[in-house]
């Protein structure tokens, strides 16, 4: 009652998703890094090889 505060809990903060898509294709990549002058590095499954690639920042879109 006397000195009892109602503090609302801290809301934690939610990390960026590094899962994006390719805006040409729709298929399913991880954001890898930034490279800088607009260009990123992905990686990527295709038929259960796992290849890494660079693309334009512009080509990809959130998942």
């Known amino acids: 009652m006397f000195g009892k505060s109602k503090s609302k809990a ?5 990390a960026p998703s590094d ?3 390719l805006k040409a294709t729709g298929q399913r990549v991880t954001l890898l890094e ?12 295709t ?3 796992c290849r890494d690639d660079i693309v334009s920042a512009r080509d990809i879109t959130p998942a």
């Open 10 to 14: 801290a809301a934690t903060p939610t």
């Open 19 to 21: 899962q994006y898509r």
């Open 34 to 45: 930034h490279l800088g002058r607009g260009e990123v590095r992905i990686a990527m499954d």
């Open 47 to 49: 038929d259960r090889v």
